[in-house]
């Protein structure tokens, strides 16, 4: 396994639409477990495989990382079947969008369904965080950052922070 660099927005690949996976292969899951490791090192409880520049529809999550316990999970080729028409207002992150913070609606249950790292297709409902993580994920394979969904001031300013920060951290 190996950890591999995250891209910070505005990274041009960050808005690509991610393929679809033909086949849950041994590549496929060298790059399920990579991103795993990645997301762990970045402290993150989930990825998607375009943040570390691969354009097919893979996802992983660990919801448990925050407790310091170990529950992955990975998401390929995910599709959302029903959302609700309740939705809730989340504080969410990115780590292409290191150290901004802001509050997204979305519905706030979903039932989607995706193929597991066995290949096997199953169906999961999601509610609260999971919901929110994975409705944030599935947007990452469509280009789509939770900077996009606030507003086109409160987005530039975001952006604007990430830039200076990266300006920062090469000076030093
Ligand atoms: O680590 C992450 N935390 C998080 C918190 C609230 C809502 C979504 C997320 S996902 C994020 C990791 C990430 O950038 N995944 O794409
Ligand atoms: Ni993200």
């Not at 396994?1 to 899951?29: N, Q, Y």
């Not at 790059?31 to 375009?50: F, H, K, N, R, T």
């Not at 992150?93 to 199953?122: H, K, M, N, Y």
């Amino acid at each position: 396994m190996s950890i591999r660099p995250i891209l910070i927005a505005p990274d041009p690949r960050l808005k690509a639409v991610s393929e679809p996976v033909a086949r849950v292969d041994d590549e496929i899951k060298k790059l399920v477990d990579d991103m795993l490791e990645s997301m762990y090192a970045a402290e993150g409880i989930g990825l998607a495989a375009i943040q570390v520049g691969v354009p097919r529809r893979v996802l992983v999550m660990d919801l448990a990382q925050k407790e310091g316990r170990r529950e992955p999970q990975a998401f390929i080729n995910p599709r959302i079947l029903w959302a609700s028409d309740e939705t809730t207002l989340v504080q969410e992150g990115c780590l292409s969008v290191p150290d901004i913070w802001e509050d997204v609606e979305r519905p706030s249950r979903i039932r989607a369904e995706f193929l597991d790292r066995d290949g096997t297709l199953q169906a999961i409902d999601a509610e609260e965080l999971l919901a929110t993580c994975l409705q944030h994920e599935m947007d990452h394979l469509n280009g789509i950052l939770f900077i996009d969904h606030l507003s086109k001031l409160k987005r530039s300013i975001a952006l604007r922070k990430v830039q200076k920060a990266k300006r920062l951290e090469k000076a030093s």
